[in-house]
């Protein structure tokens, strides 16, 4: 298992926060505001991608595909995308560390056949041979260290991607806080859906005009990605302003959650109180 570390501030102790980001983009696009404030705050922050590895053998014309839209069809597009994510974690000051497990547009099955594809595949069920690979990652997830606060996605959107990492996560049996997957999150419903059931208390995080601006900044280091959401970088923009003021009432935030285990005759009343917040959250 390899692992390519960033040189910035790497062994400058060990992290505060861990933010585990399916892809190279998800955390910074996700959390970049919260990102900028915590290493504003002197916390030690590692971003670890777990799907940044390079492929080896052929790609199926989907992946194919997807390269030459992002303009990356004549190099190894994995390694230009962990340069983009240096780039933008440069930006906040958080330290990039990014495992080698394949994106599943490049996963295949033992007897060769991919497991994702097409487009409507990375949305589907998580293929059955991804099961090992969920074990890997529990493993994986389990051997960071422990005093660091562990962050994840909450898979809004249903990315297979997502979904896989949020599992495997949550087998560690480690205390977790869930960020919203932006931008599926955006879409409405994509965040009470993800939820589903259990209480759930959300945490907004208000972010200042420097963070918003460096979350900004970092995002567009993404060049290769911009277009597969936004018109360009002027449109990335706007959107984030958009949805940061959306989230916080006007006021630029993010929001992450919190599972509660509740028990007994508390059990009805906070989940209304949960049902109540995640309303709240629709607005």
């Not at 589907?124 to 606060?149: H, N, V």
């Not at 277009?227 to 923009?237: E, G, I």
């Amino acid at each position: 298992m390899q692992l390519y570390a960033s040189a910035i501030n790497c062994q400058d102790g060990r992290p505060d926060w861990i933010y585990l980001s399916p892809h190279l983009d998800d955390a910074v696009f996700s959390c970049g505001g919260r990102i900028a404030l915590q290493v504003r705050a002197g916390m030690r922050v590692w971003v670890v991608t777990v799907c940044a590895g390079s492929p080896e053998g052929p790609l199926s014309d989907f992946a194919q595909a997807l390269h030459e839209y992002w303009g990356l069809a004549e190099t190894d597009a994995p390694a230009a995308r962990r340069e983009e994510d240096r780039a933008a974690l440069a930006r906040l000051g958080a330290v990039a560390v990014h495992w080698d497990f394949w994106d599943c547009i490049y996963r295949r099955a033992p007897d060769g056949r991919f497991l994702y594809p097409n487009y409507d595949a990375l949305w589907g069920p998580i293929a059955e041979e991804d099961g090992a690979l969920r074990e890997e990652l529990a493993l994986r997830m389990a051997e960071l260290p422990s005093s660091a606060t562990l962050c994840v996605p909450l898979g809004a959107g249903a990315h297979v991607d997502h979904r896989l990492v949020r599992q495997a996560a949550e087998a560690t049996g480690r205390p977790l806080v869930y960020y919203e997957d932006y931008p599926y999150a955006g879409k409405p419903g994509r965040v009470e859906q993800a939820l589903g059931e259990g209480i759930w208390r959300a945490e907004e995080v208000g972010l200042d005009e420097v963070a918003l601006e460096a979350k900004i900044a970092a995002a567009r280091c993404y060049r290769s990605q911009i277009t597969s959401f936004w018109a360009d970088a002027a449109d990335l923009t706007a959107h984030f302003r958009a949805y940061a003021a959306a989230v916080g009432g006007g006021n630029p935030a993010e929001r992450y959650w919190n599972r509660e285990q509740v028990a007994g005759s508390q059990g009805a009343g906070r989940r209304e109180q949960e049902a109540s917040r995640r309303e709240q959250g629709r607005r």
